[in-house]
């Protein structure tokens, strides 16, 4: 395993979820006194599990057709894109 890789997508991964939808509906559930928080916290955990396990696997498929520069350039502009729609929306 790569240390640096493993920090690096840890890091982002962790800075991109902070305070996203899916933190803010994790935290609602959690609110209820008659759930329980572990498998509000499991389910929650399993689920980004999975999401990421699709994404992993779709990222193999897509870069055995599109070259790395490409998919660097596609995502950067697709965060851009995001970004600005997210200002010019509020």
């Known amino acids: 395993m790569d240390p640096k890789l493993f920090m690096t997508v840890f890091a982002s991964v962790f800075l991109a979820e902070l ?3 899916t933190q803010l509906a994790t935290l609602l559930y959690a609110t209820d006194a008659a759930d329980r928080k572990m498998t509000v916290f499991l389910a929650a955990a399993g689920a980004l599990v999975v999401t990421s396990a699709i994404g992993v696997l779709a990222g193999g498929v897509v870069s ?8 660097t350039k596609v995502a950067g502009a697709g965060f851009i894109v995001i970004g600005l729609w997210t200002l010019l929306k509020s």
């Open 19 to 21: 305070g996203d939808k």
């Open 64 to 71: 055995r057709y599109v070259a790395p520069e490409v998919l």
